[in-house]
């Protein structure tokens, strides 16, 4: 699912496997992209499970998390921008709050594909 906002422009589904990044389009929304192209909003299926990397220290300090979490991608139930993930803690979050250049690992896209990751996603960066 891609914010509505994110219509406007080109979109591909998440891939299990694939490492994409969050990024501020020119609409000032933040959604997530392959790093090669910002100009394809990649949209990911409620309960997609991601290894996040890169996490802003004042979002670490009020959700209460590290630096690299496992979150699952959900769709929230309030405010004008609704995708978002959540914690294993519960905490979520909206991508807007989430920021740019986040890194993000699928583990899971929910296209029949499951990845085992070992000491994983680290290859991201």
């Keep these: 699912m891609c914010d509505y906002s994110l219509e406007t422009y080109r979109t591909t589904p998440a891939r299990t496997g694939e490492t994409y990044e969050t990024y501020r389009f020119p609409s000032s929304t933040v959604g997530f992209v392959d790093a090669g192209d910002k100009e394809t909003a990649v949209c990911m299926s409620c309960d997609t499970r991601l290894i ?12 209460g998390i590290g630096p690299r979490e496992e979150v699952t991608f959900v769709r929230l139930e309030e405010g004008p921008h609704r ?6 803690n519960g905490q979520e979050i909206n991508l807007q709050r989430l920021g740019p250049g986040v890194k993000a690992y699928v583990l899971d896209a929910l296209d029949g594909e499951t990845k085992i990751v070992k000491e994983a996603a680290t290859t991201t960066a």
């Design 52 to 63: 996040i990397e890169q996490i802003p220290e004042f979002v670490r300090e009020k959700l």
């Design 83 to 88: 995708d978002g993930v959540r914690f294993a």
